[in-house]
Nanobody
């Protein structure tokens, strides 16, 4: 049974940084992709970034690429999202997702419980 456990959210002032972690367990992740979505109040869930587990290839939402960095530690089965120069509009619940490929992100049933990120102005 796949489990995705996020951590690292919290309250930060604008301009600050946070690093989110998603620890995965329950299967072999070879050939899969992992990524981060976020959902702000009243808005749809959006893909922030994703990484191919084997290849290390990355995808970013265009508007976030300059400030966010996704990475993975294969030995720890963990994916990270480094968020810098945070803005109030980054406030959202951030979810970890596991899927068959970067292009398929968000279609699987494998989601973490979400971690709240709040950026104060």
């Amino acid at each position: 049974q796949v489990q995705l456990v996020e951590s690292g959210g919290g309250l930060v002032q604008a301009g600050g940084s946070l690093r989110l972690s998603c620890a995965a367990s329950g299967r072999t992740f070879s050939g899969y992709a992992m990524g981060w979505f976020r959902q702000a109040p009243g808005k749809e869930r959006e893909l922030v970034a994703a990484v191919g587990w084997n290849t290390g290839m990355t995808y970013y939402a265009k508007s976030l690429k300059a400030r966010f960095t996704i990475s993975r530690d294969i030995a720890k089965n963990t994916v990270y999202l480094q968020m810098d120069s945070l803005k109030p509009e980054d406030t959202a619940v951030y979810y970890c997702n596991l899927d068959r490929s970067i292009t398929n992100m968000g279609r699987s049933d494998y989601w973490g419980q979400g971690t709240q990120v709040t950026v104060s102005s």
